[in-house]
């Protein structure tokens, strides 16, 4: 789906820009591009489990190095 925007006699380059962005708004291009791009695959139950875990097992040892001094902030 091409979107196609000419200039006109004696617009300026602004007012093209602004055509040109309305249209692409208003065509919906924008949307799909921005939902495509933050597009996360569904994770199963296990695998969560597991990140969460990971995370929370990180989070202890980094507390623990920063209480031994042996960690900068």
Do not use: C, D, W
Not at 4 to 30: C, D, H, P, W, Y
């Amino acid at each position: 789906m091409p979107l196609e925007v000419k200039r006109k006699n004696k617009e300026t380059s602004q007012a093209l820009i602004r055509r040109f962005l309305k249209k692409i708004k208003q065509s919906g291009i924008l949307l799909e591009a921005r939902k495509r791009q933050f597009f996360e695959k569904k994770k199963s139950e296990q695998m969560k489990k597991k990140a969460a875990l990971r995370r929370e097992a990180l989070k202890k040892k980094y507390e623990r190095l920063e209480k031994l001094g042996l960690l900068r902030k």
